[in-house]
Structure formats: structure tokens, C-alpha cells
């Protein structure tokens, strides 16, 4: 079977000249050969495609894949992860993780959190503001917290995300709106306990393969799992296992997550991050249906490791899962 590679390549970047910040989501080199090795011990036939323009000039050129296992973040636009599993779909060829509309979806962490509340789901209250005369939307009272509505990785997330004068709150959504061109969303601050939470698979077939809580070590930023203690989590975080049958709030956490991935439409593995209102309950924050893959560095393989699923096993359940839901597909 011939797999295809799909990615972003942060050193690429870095090179042409884009900044530490602009490429903070992609993908280091050595994952990507972590990647890579362990498709071709499970059998694959590995093909390294790259970036968005790669992949549209081997389509142009009549290259195709049996599959494409894709974790491409794309560079530019709020649709970013969603083009090229769109340009995969254009070609009829199957390919891992959610389709076009999640991903647009998902990116938008207000138009994320507008269908979890819909769905019934717990979810901080929050107002998206985009210029001074939107932040007659935050009718919650704060503190509040305050990050861009369409990046991953902590980027834009400093301790100055929490607000707690309303004085200030318009200063820090026009910071961030005019640094990463976007809107910000202004949260209600939650101040308890931070989970995350991995999910394999798609629909019924969800489940939860295990949580970490996110404890900030005395040295790192206060409050929030920024960019830098993202950046620095050896040494800044402690990713603590802890299990549903020990703690009735992981329970909850993780009933919230597998509803909250099915209501999305998420497919076949991720993260979704979690944290506790003042009573002790677990609220949705954020789903990454295209998480890091990175076998010692990224969430979703960390918690994997924690539960004693081998890397190896983690790619080939994901691959797995694609093969399924794709074969179902074309049944029916």
C-alpha cells in the first residue's frame, strides 16, 4: 500500500525567511522521520510529498496514493488545515484525520464553541471581538481570558491573557487582533484543573485512550499552558496520568470530550482540552483534530505513552481507522 506524506516543515520555512512565531505549528524534521519510520516498520510504502504546493504539483504530474497520512497546518488563512485534505478530495483519495469542513471548523475556536453549545455542552462563555464596538458582546463578567480565535500551538497565550479589568480588556483584543490579523475570543477564565484528553477513532467508534493533567511547574508562565511552556514543557510542565475510574472529574472530562469530538464530526484521532469552572466542572475549550504527532514532544503520543501505547501502534490505529471509515464509505 503506497502512503503519502503530507506536512509543513518548520526548517523549510524558517528558511525562505518566515519567523520562530509565524512557523510555531509545524512539524520539526525529526518528526517527520519518526513518522515515516514507523509507517514503513508497519509495511507501508512511504512517499514524501510535503507542503500544499508539493502536493498540487504531483497531482498535476498524475502522482496518486492509496492513502495520504496528512498533518499539514497550511500557512495562511483561517481555512488553512482544511486545503489540503480539500485538494485530496478533489482526486478522490482517501487521507487520515477530519475532512475540510471540521478542520475549517475546528480552527475558529468561537465557531467551535457556537456548535458544542448548541450540541447541549458545557463551554465557557465567550463573545468574539474583531474592532472596539464588538466588545459590547461580553456581557459575562471577568476575569476573562483573551487569546487570537484561530491558532494552535500557545501562539498569542502569555500570562497577559488574563484579564481581570474591564479597562483592559480592549487594549489586549486590539494587541492581538492587530498582531495576528484575526479576531480575538474573550472567554470567561476558567480557574481549575486543566485536562487534555486523546480520542481515537470516528463516530461511535471514539473513545478516549487516556488524559493528562497540565500542572505548571513553579518556573513556568502562571495560569495559562502558553507558547512558551508549550515550547519549554520539558522542563516547565508536568503531564500528570490520571484515570477515569480514580476521579469522577476525568469521567466527566472524558464523557464531555467523546460528545463534543461526535458533534464536531472529528475523525479518527486528536485532542480535545478541557478545564474546570470554579464548582469543580469539567467545560470544553478547544479541540485539535490535527494533532502533533511528534513521538516524545507532542500531547496526543505523550498521553499515549503514559497508557503504554507504543508510537508504532498509535500511527497504525489512525491508519486503521482511515482504512475503515473510507471502506465504509464506498460501500455505501
Request: with cysteine; charged share 30%; hydrophobic share 40%.
Given at each position: 500500500?503506497?502512503?503519502?506524506?503530507?506536512?509543513?516543515?518548520?526548517?523549510?520555512?524558517?528558511?525562505?525567511?518566515?519567523?520562530?512565531?509565524e512557523t510555531a505549528e509545524f512539524d520539526r524534521d525529526d518528526t517527520i522521520d519518526a513518522l515515516e519510520g514507523a509507517l514503513r516498520r508497519l509495511g507501508y510504502d512511504v512517499d514524501r510529498i510535503g507542503h500544499a504546493?508539493?502536493?498540487i504539483a504531483r497531482l498535476a504530474t498524475g502522482d496518486r496514493w492509496d492513502l495520504?497520512?496528512?498533518?499539514?497546518?497550511?500557512?495562511?488563512?483561517?481555512g488553512r488545515e482544511a486545503l489540503v485534505p480539500a485538494l485530496l478530495e478533489a482526486y478522490d483519495i482517501p487521507y487520515t484525520f477530519s475532512c475540510p469542513l471540521v478542520m475549517a471548523l475546528s480552527l475558529h475556536k468561537?465557531?467551535?464553541?457556537?456548535?458544542?453549545?448548541?450540541?447541549?455542552?458545557?463551554?465557557?462563555?465567550?463573545?468574539?471581538?474583531?474592532?472596539?464596538e464588538d466588545l459590547c458582546q461580553v456581557r459575562f463578567d471577568g476575569p476573562w481570558f483573551v487569546k487570537p480565535v484561530a491558532e494552535g500551538t500557545g501562539k498569542g497565550v502569555t500570562a497577559a491573557c488574563v484579564v481581570r479589568d474591564r479597562a483592559a480588556l480592549a487594549?489586549?483584543?486590539?494587541?492581538?487582533?492587530s498582531r495576528y490579523g484575526q479576531p480575538a475570543l474573550?472567554?470567561?477564565?476558567?480557574?481549575?484543573?486543566?485536562?487534555?484528553?486523546a480520542v481515537l477513532g470516528t463516530g461511535s467508534a471514539a473513545r478516549a485512550l487516556g488524559t493528562v493533567e497540565i500542572v505548571l511547574l513553579p518556573q513556568a508562565e502562571a495560569e495559562v499552558y502558553s507558547y512558551v511552556n508549550k515550547e519549554r514543557c520539558e522542563e516547565l510542565v508536568e503531564y500528570r496520568l490520571v484515570r477515569a475510574e480514580d476521579?469522577?472529574?476525568?469521567?466527566?472530562?472524558?464523557?464531555?470530550?467523546?460528545?463534543?469530538w461526535r458533534a464536531l464530526g472529528c475523525r479518527?484521532?486528536?485532542?480535545?482540552?478541557?478545564?474546570?469552572?470554579?464548582?469543580?466542572?469539567?467545560?470544553?475549550?478547544?479541540?485539535?483534530?490535527?494533532?502533533?504527532?511528534?513521538?516524545?514532544?507532542?500531547?496526543l503520543p505523550i498521553i499515549c505513552n503514559k497508557v503504554g501505547i507504543p508510537y508504532d501502534k498509535l500511527i497504525a490505529d489512525i491508519v486503521d481507522s482511515a482504512k475503515a471509515r473510507t471502506l465504509e464509505a464506498r460501500r455505501s
Open positions: 500500500m503506497r502512503v503519502g506524506l503530507t506536512y509543513d516543515m518548520r526548517s523549510v520555512y524558517l528558511a525562505e525567511g518566515y519567523g520562530e512565531e504546493r508539493q502536493l495520504v497520512f496528512n498533518i499539514a497546518e497550511g500557512l495562511r488563512g483561517i468561537g465557531m467551535t464553541k457556537r456548535v458544542v453549545r448548541d450540541a447541549g455542552l458545557l463551554t465557557p462563555d465567550f463573545a468574539v471581538v474583531e474592532r472596539p487594549g489586549r483584543c486590539e494587541e492581538l487582533v474573550v472567554e470567561e477564565y476558567l480557574p481549575g484543573r486543566e485536562v487534555t484528553v476521579d469522577p472529574m476525568v469521567a466527566a472530562a472524558e464523557e464531555l470530550v467523546l460528545a463534543s479518527d484521532a486528536g485532542r480535545v482540552d478541557v478545564r474546570c469552572d470554579a464548582r469543580g466542572r469539567p467545560q470544553f475549550i478547544e479541540v485539535n483534530p490535527l494533532a502533533g504527532i511528534h513521538p516524545q514532544h507532542s500531547d
